[in-house]
Nanobody, 119 residues
Framework: QVQLVESGGGLVQAGGSLRVSCAAS????????MGWYRQAPGKQRELVAL???????NYADSVKGRFTISRDIAKDTVYLQMNSLKPEDTAVYYC?????????????WGQGTQVTVSS
């Protein structure tokens, strides 16, 4: 089991920056991957950024060069630094952790944090 708690969302003007955090209830060292997803009103949830246990990263094309995912293993926390924000980045941002055993993988989700970018 992993509980995830997001924080750091808010309202920012276009062009501004925001950092959201995801604190896990246990060590993230052995978690296969952690990521940030977002869901805007009327749209499907989409992957924003992912970081693997080997520290590999993957980004949605729409955020490449603007967003950076990172982790602090000592604090069991994953971050998403968002720069050059656009109104279309407005969404609820969810933290995800995928933990795998020999036989299966399981996804865990946080409660979400609202990010609103005003034009």
């Amino acid at each position: 089991q992993v509980q995830l708690v997001e924080s750091g969302g808010g309202l920012v003007q276009a062009g501004g920056s925001l950092r959201v955090s995801c604190a896990a209830s246990r060590s993230i060292f052995s978690i296969n991957s952690m990521g940030w997803y977002r869901q805007a009103p009327g749209k499907q949830r989409e992957l924003v950024a992912l970081i693997t246990s080997g520290a590999g990263t993957n980004y949605a094309d729409s955020v490449k060069g603007r967003f950076t995912i990172s982790r602090d293993i000592a604090k069991d926390t994953v971050y998403l630094q968002m720069n050059s924000l656009k109104p279309e980045d407005t969404a609820v941002y969810y933290c995800n952790a995928q933990s795998c055993s020999v036989t299966a993988c399981r996804d865990y989700w946080g409660q979400g944090t609202q990010v609103t970018v005003s034009s």
